[in-house]
């Protein structure tokens, strides 16, 4: 995945970083990270030496992609597609921090929330003009699934699990010992580790039945239904999949966040999302099938499929396919919190 990158050179000339450190800096202990600009790839033979490892070594050391208070909400959009990622952090010049992240989610909603239908058709261009004033600043974590919560890069992977566990955030910013942004953290990159080393953890032959892992109600929209019906369902609900089913309650397809790139770079085609989700779907240069378990799978066949097919969630379903619960890297992570 692409790191953030630092590209404001009003920001690039502050010598002082520490103020940024504003939030929760935990685990700073003065243990040195190596200064590679790569990431380590490193295989534990014990959980404890896994779990006692610092979370900087998991992602490389990078600039960082990021955005203004005062930018245009259309530079935030296009950095965001440019760079095939969910979410932008967003650095205030006037408090002399970072605010928080702005999500894909939150900026497609808002277009949606005061667009009519004929607007939409007509493309981006026809009310591009509506837009021009609107500031990053104002849609900051407007969708509360983003804090910009910090974490030192020194930080165990036991207290980085503990902690995504606690934010219930989907990446954190790492900071070195001076306060300094390094790098970020993502659910999916700790979950490849948890997951590539799940055989070292006891509860790794228990099944999703006896731990209950996942099993809650499911939101699901019919192939049939106007994909702009998914994407509120998303923001109302705070979760970044919806799963797609048949007429029966069958699981066919899912429809996540990260499918808003559909609509387009210049968010020329926002108006597919007018059409059905079938439709919107069928516009996907990649079709990937919906990853499902069931409740007699182990935890260890979970971390299997986590390492194996690198996606965000796992449905658990029934023997007619219906999904009766979602495993999300949350609540992988969460085992290991509870569990280890």
């Not at 896994?50 to 208070?69: P, Y």
């Amino acid at each position: 995945a692409p790191c953030f990158f630092i590209d404001n050179p009003k920001r690039d000339k502050m010598s002082d970083r520490s103020h940024l450190v504003e939030n929760y800096i935990v685990g700073n202990t003065d243990i040195p990270i190596p200064s590679s600009s790569q990431a380590r790839e490193v295989t534990y033979d014990k959980a404890e030496d896994l779990l006692e490892s610092k979370v900087g070594g998991l992602v490389a050391t990078c600039k960082i992609i990021d955005v203004m208070a005062d930018s245009p909400l259309l530079e935030a959009y296009e950095k965001i597609n440019t760079h095939k990622i969910l979410s932008v952090p967003v650095y205030d010049v006037e408090k002399v921090k970072y605010i928080g992240f702005l999500d894909v989610i939150d900026i497609v909603e808002h277009f949606l929330s005061i667009l009519s239908e004929e607007e939409l058709e007509a493309g981006f261009e026809s009310f591009k003009s509506k837009f021009e004033s609107v500031r990053c600043g104002a849609l900051v974590n407007k969708s509360n699934r983003n804090p910009f919560m910090e974490l030192s890069q020194n930080a165990s992977v036991r207290k980085g699990a503990a902690l995504f566990n606690e934010w219930g955030v989907h990446r954190v910013p790492l900071i070195d010992k001076t306060g300094e942004f390094v790098s970020v953290l993502s659910e999916s990159k700790l979950v490849q580790l948890l997951a590539s080393h799940i055989g070292l953890f006891p509860f790794a032959a228990k099944t999703i039945g006896e731990l209950a892992l996942g099993i809650r109600e499911v939101y699901t929209v019919l192939a049939s239904d106007p994909a702009q019906k998914a994407f509120k369902l998303m923001k109302e609900k705070g979760v970044s999949a919806v799963a797609v089913v048949d007429e029966a309650g069958a699981l066919v397809d899912v429809l996540s966040v990260s499918d808003l790139r559909i609509i387009g770079q210049d968010l020329q085609q926002i108006g597919r999302v007018n059409k059905t989700v079938e439709e919107f779907v069928a516009y996907k240069t990649e079709r990937v099938p919906p990853i499902t378990v069931m409740t007699v799978d182990t935890i260890a066949y979970i971390g299997q499929r986590f390492s194996e097919n690198k996606v965000h969630r796992l449905y658990v379903v029934d023997g007619d396919n219906k999904p009766i619960g979602i495993i999300g890297l949350a609540d992988f992570i969460s085992m290991f919190v509870k569990n280890a």
